[in-house]
T-cell receptor, first 118, second 117 residues
Framework: GAVVSQHPSRVICKSGTSVKIECRSLDFQATTMFWYRQFPKKSLMLMAT?????????EQGVEKDKFLINHASLTLSTLTVTSAHPEDSSFYICSARDVRDRKSRGYTFGSGTRLTVV | AQKITQTQPGMFVQEKEAVTLDCTYDTSDPSYGLFWYKQPSSGEMIFLIY??????QNATEGRYSLNFQKARKSANLVISASQLGDSAMYFC??????????????FGTGTQLKVEL
């Protein structure tokens, strides 16, 4: 079945630095990838939709300059948290769309990245 | 407005018993899809079951079944013969259109299930 690899699984960074999170589709090409943010014991909130070769579409209220998304190839999307602050600490999870995956109806999730900004 | 509503923040069930997790949704689109995911403490999202709006029969996947009541806009998950490993957060999600084309998943607030001996 479709596999999405997300790295790193955990990262601790200093306030003011930038952090890059990678999301790779391992055995399929993903024209669309999704980035979610999840606070503890809360729901997944869609941050942006990433389309290969074009600009990401951000949800209302998400700072485009803070959360930079790049989808340069059909198998890789990256989320860069720029000038991170403690309030950016959260669980970030990506999802990729494999239209061939009938079982999960195409939405495969990475294992998530727990970001802690100190 | 909340598109997906899960009214049970927490549920307890005894091992080997069945449990129903509630989910109601709101959409005016005749074509939609409903999903259930399990999220253990490790964080990954595990797909459990899918129900399409035009599907005539309720979806089943092993111990998971979906009680789909279209007129009431509800899509409750039934887990039969609960196991300790079923303890996790469960999310209901709906596929809805994205502005500009494509689809996205919108999630409910989740239900924390605890299976007890």
């Amino acid at each position: 079945g479709a596999v999405v690899s997300q790295h790193p699984s955990r990262v601790i960074c200093k306030s003011g630095t930038s952090v890059k999170i990678e999301c790779r589709s391992l055995d399929f090409q993903a024209t669309t990838m999704f980035w979610y943010r999840q606070f503890p014991k809360k729901s997944l909130m869609l941050m942006a939709t990433s389309n290969e070769g074009s600009k990401a579409t951000y949800e209302q209220g998400v700072e485009k300059d803070k959360f930079l998304i790049n989808h340069a190839s059909l198998t890789l999307s990256t989320l860069t948290v720029t000038s991170a602050h403690p309030e950016d600490s959260s669980f970030y999870i990506c999802s990729a769309r494999d239209v061939r995956d009938r079982k999960s109806r195409g939405y495969t999730f990475g294992s998530g990245t727990r970001l802690t900004v100190v | 407005a909340q598109k997906i509503t899960q009214t049970q923040p927490g549920m307890f069930v005894q091992e080997k018993e069945a449990v129903t997790l509630d989910c109601t949704y709101d959409t005016s689109d005749p074509s939609y899809g409903l999903f259930w995911y399990k999220q253990p403490s490790s964080g990954e999202m595990i797909f459990l079951i899918y129900q399409g709006s035009y599907d005539q029969q309720n979806a089943t996947e092993g111990r998971y079944s979906l009680n789909f009541q279209k007129a009431r806009k509800s899509a409750n998950l039934v887990i039969s013969a609960s196991q300790l490993g079923d303890s996790a957060m469960y999310f209901c999600a709906m596929r809805e259109p994205l502005t500009g084309g494509g689809n996205k998943l919108t999630f409910g607030t989740g239900t924390q299930l605890k299976v007890e001996l």
